[in-house]
């Protein structure tokens, strides 16, 4: 196992990343001092984990209430939000009653908004079962859902107390699955880490075979990547902006075509690529870059090419943007591979030839 840290002071906490965690009590114990806790999970990761953190809470005497949820993007809503307080309600879930999130990025998100707003606060541990949220989503406090105006747009920023990355649970992801949580490791070595980006092209193969050992280096590393910059601008005044390379079309993919019918890390894939081939227009990076951003996708089983909206409705849908600025949208764009800037004066025909040309093969 390996644990890092995120550091905020009196709010820092641990991740834990290794085999076999689900079933380690000891690591959950510090923070189950009343004996009793929720876990929020959905219709497709219970059958698979739920009973094993029972027994495991079970054995630390501490009791649960599981709420399950439907599965999927598209029930990251108000209306599931309210069933989540009205079983913490029913079951008289108190201050002291942590909410557990055992799955992906969705459950995750709500879960933590929840915990967020819940009795105005209360303790929040996330258990990832996906690749996506065990090197993204999981650490760093985002939560929230969608609202069907716009992507993530309700919600707060709220820390958990733990992170607990299972990786044996990366078994029963299906593949198209894991290749969504390549996207978001890929951005790792792309913003910030050019060395990382190097260990990828050697290893994305391993990775996609689930080598036990490639996966946990991935993890940890994209981790101990995030945790740096969210100790630095946990609140997104800065340079914690750099995480969402490739989200602002990304976003617009998903919303744009429904949500659930792009995976979160697809949509960012094809946006990567947007992102790649505008800040060429830009003169940043070289042809040859673009094109090492596109093999490297590709070799991960990502969507290169976006679904063709219309210029129009990508400009609608980027407009409502978390980081729109005076009207302005902003894009995370390469200055170089392995370095990223948040950029708000493109050229609007600069844009448009990118929306033009990234919906074609
Ligand atoms: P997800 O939560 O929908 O999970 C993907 C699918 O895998 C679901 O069907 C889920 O039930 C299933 N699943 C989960 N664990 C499994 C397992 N071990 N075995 C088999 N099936 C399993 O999607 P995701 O990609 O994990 O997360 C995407 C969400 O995360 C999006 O809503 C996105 O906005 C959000 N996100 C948030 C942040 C953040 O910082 N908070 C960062 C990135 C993404
Ligand atoms: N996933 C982007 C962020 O956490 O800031």
Redesign the pocket.
Known sequence: MQTLTVGLGERSYPIHIGSGLLGQAELLRAHLPRKRAAIIT????AP??LAQLQATLQALGVSSVPVILP???SF?NADTLNHIYDALLENRCERTTPLIAL???????MT?FAAATYLRGVPFIQI??????QV?????????I?HPLG??MIGAFYQPRLVLADTD??????DN?LA??MA?VIKYGLIRDLPFLGWLEQNVEKLMARDTAALQYAIARSCQNKAEVVAADERESGERAL?NLGHTFG?AI?SGMGYGKW???EG?AAGTLMAADLSQRLGWIAGDDVARVRRLLQHAQLPVVAPDLGVEKYLDLMGLDKKVEGGKIRFVLLKQLGQAVVEGNIPQALLQQTLEACVHG
């Open positions: 959905n219709t497709t990761v698979l984990y599965d999927g993007e990251k799955g992906g990025g969705v459950i995750g998100d933590g990832p079962t996906t690749l996506l949220a993204d989503s999981s650490v760093g406090g985002k939560t929230g969608n992507k993530n649970t990366l078994h029963t992801l299906p699955e969504a949580g978001e995480l976003h998903e995976l979160h890390g960012v």
